[in-house]
């Protein structure tokens, strides 16, 4: 159990200070930009001369500055400035693939009397308008939920966030930078900070304004609970979300506030609760302090989910968002995830099925286990799986669609395809009702967030309609039962009239996987040193193969036998690869390259010496790839 502080606390001395630096970063509907900026100001006033603002571009060029005079006699300990910047002075900042995220520097500095530095506050500052948009649909029932940024409509793809370690001390700056680079390599676009957690450091926001992130903020501490509201509780509430919301306001990333995280979905799903005393919270105190403190410049949202006939109802999928969990969670035996595209709403904030985490992980929890304790019903796995119900639902899940496996490491590789296959569905399905002003029925997907998620771009075009081919015609024709089915896979690739692949593939298999005979893909694998840190790997088969993972074997890895320490654990993050591609179908007739890049702690950790071993002169890289057919993977030595 973690309580108690866990930032830095500062006893700071000081005659006259900046108490307090507000920057109002605004873009009109003409998209021109202005700033407004205020300082308030502590302490004796006899030395002040005057606070100077100053505004700065990402190459330390001042844009604009201004002196305001601090007067003796004032009481007013409030100063501030307001520009009108237009549309040339600065650019705006936008989301990821959307264009630049233009950041700025504001600086106010207190100035003495003999023109001295006495205090100095400065935010980092883009300018962005938001607007949350619910209109009536052309043809369907219900209102769009959708987000509107510098007058573009943009389509929502990511994930929700909760803490990042049980014990909040161990997450580095470095960390929180490296699982949201994994949000923009992985094609998504916005970031949910669940309710259940906490507000983040501002390194976590600061780097979401950097990458182009865009950040749904829940209220935190109000989340699948019953909270009250008397008056001493209000007031301690108030001035937590009122601290918060003047730290964190400045951030271009942050586009929405929400009130709680299923609070209201609680009425219908637990019974026997006929009122929540904290809609106060919800429904005035929450929304009048956004709109105070914002300026109306971030909408609100009540609750996550919400949206209904009824203040309670949360599950309608024609308006608001919904938290679709009938796979998984709210069916006593799941819903197929195959069904996800029947199960959208207008914006589904939250979703996902689980999966065993990397090798790595499992083999550091294992801790040295004995053989008798590697299968996935041990008791050390049922520890570290805490998920209500989680043997029954994956009991369910993985026996619909795959074989039954007692080795974990199939075991653990199949669960992760599943989570693939069922993201990827629901992201493609979904992904095809934004259809256009006033046909815009699902604007977003949420799913918890894993490393190995990548959701790929829009592939929903119709562009090509045929029948299936069918199989040869039979010998004499002589019609045998077994050969009435057959397995057709399908793939497609969109390319320029030059044969260029210009967009990313898509591919269709048959499911239930189960029913399969995944065929000996005779997967070959060459490699070239690209100098410095890099390795491009070249793939070609003469079958399809389904989900090939690569993974380069380092000197701690599941596949070697040898376990994993504390010292292992804490210098993981600095010991990864990165990947260009990975989690690939691969079909004949063409070669598909994967790069893989790391630093020099990274490539020290592969299996053998150096980057990998030294033979005649070229070096060998062992590189374990699995594929449906060979869950447990084959080590191939790669010569560079």
Not at 417 to 427: D, T
Not at 531 to 543: D, N, R, S, W
Request: hydrophobic content about 35%.
């Amino acid at each position: 159990m973690t309580v108690g502080p866990w930032r830095p606390i500062t006893l700071k001395s000081y005659k006259v200070i900046i108490d307090e630096l507000q920057a109002f970063a605004r873009v009109s509907e003409s998209l021109e930009s202005s700033l407004e900026a205020c300082v308030t100001l502590k302490g004796s006033k006899e030395s002040m001369k005057s606070v100077q603002f100053s505004l700065r571009d990402s190459r330390e060029e001042i844009i604009r500055e201004e002196n305001v005079q601090v007067p003796e006699s004032t009481s007013d300990s409030s100063h501030q400035i307001s520009w009108e910047l237009g549309n040339d002075k600065v650019k705006l900042w936008w989301p990821i693939k959307y264009g630049e995220q233009a950041l700025y520097t504001l600086d106010a500095k207190l100035i003495d009397k003999n023109g001295g530095l006495l205090d100095i506050q400065t935010q980092k500052i883009g300018f962005r308008r938001v607007k949350l948009i619910q209109e009536p649909l052309e043809d369907a029932e219900g209102t769009t939920f959708l987000f509107e940024i510098n007058g573009i409509r943009i389509f929502m793809g990511g994930s929700n966030w909760i803490p990042a370690d049980t014990v909040l001390t161990n997450i580095s700056e470095k960390r929180y930078k490296a699982l949201l680079q994994t949000m923009v390599d992985g094609n998504q676009n916005m970031i949910r900070v669940w309710s259940g957690g906490i507000y983040e450091p501002q390194v976590f926001y600061d780097t979401c304004d950097e990458l182009g992130i865009l950040v749904w903020q829940d209220m935190c501490g109000f989340a699948c609970g019953v909270y009250p509201a008397h008056e001493s509780y209000v007031s301690q509430v108030t001035a937590e979300v009122t601290a918060n919301i003047k730290l964190l306001c400045h951030h271009p990333s942050i586009v929405i506030w929400c009130g709680n995280n299923e609070d209201y979905q609680q009425v219908l799903q637990w019974g026997g609760i006929s009122e929540l005393p904290a809609r106060k919270f919800y429904e005035d105190i929450f929304p009048s302090l956004v709109s105070k403190l914002t300026k109306d410049d971030v909408p609100y949202w009540f609750g996550s989910p919400y949206g209904g006939s009824k203040w309670y109802e949360t599950a309608d999928q024609t308006v608001g968002d919904v938290h679709e969990w009938h796979v998984w969670c709210n069916s006593p035996s799941g819903e197929f995830y195959q069904n996800y595209d029947l199960l959208a709403g207008r914006f589904v904030s939250e979703f996902g099925l689980p999966s065993y985490p990397d090798p790595r992980t499992v083999e550091f929890w294992l801790d040295g286990a004995p053989e008798s304790q590697r299968y996935p019903q041990s008791p050390i796995m049922a520890q570290h799986c805490k998920a209500g119900s989680f043997e029954r639902r994956f009991a369910n899940y993985m026996n619909e669609n795959f074989r039954m496996t007692g080795d974990l490491e199939s075991y653990a590789y199949l669960t992760q395809i599943m989570q693939s296959e069922g993201l990827g569905w629901a992201y493609r399905a979904w992904r095809r009702q934004w259809k256009g002003p006033g046909r815009q029925y699902t604007s977003t997907v949420y799913h918890r967030l894993s490393k190995d998620v990548h959701l790929l771009r829009n592939q929903t075009t119709e562009i090509l309609e045929i029948n299936i081919p069918n199989p040869r015609e039979p010998a004499n024709n002589r019609i045998v039962a077994r050969d009435l089915t057959h397995t057709v896979v399908v793939n497609a690739r969109l390319s320029d009239r030059h044969g260029k692949i210009a967009a990313y593939e898509a591919s269709n298999w048959p499911e239930p996987f189960k029913y399969l005979q995944f065929p000996d893909p005779q997967l070959k694998v060459t490699g070239d040193r690209d100098g410095g840190l890099a390795v491009t790997l070249t793939l070609q088969v003469e079958k399809p193969a389904k989900g090939v993972f690569l993974s380069v074997v380092q000197d701690n890895d599941l596949s070697t036998g040898q376990t994993w320490n504390a010292e292992d654990e804490a210098a993981w993050g600095d010991r990864e690869f990165n990947w260009s591609d990975n989690a690939l179908d691969l079909y004949p007739g063409r070669a598909t390259r994967v790069t893989i890049s790391g630093n020099e702690e990274a490539w020290k950790s592969v299996w053998a010496t150096g980057l990998g071993s030294q033979r005649s002169g070229s070096q060998q890289l062992k590189v374990k790839i699995r594929y449906m057919g060979n869950e447990k993977g084959t080590i191939f030595d790669v010569q560079l």
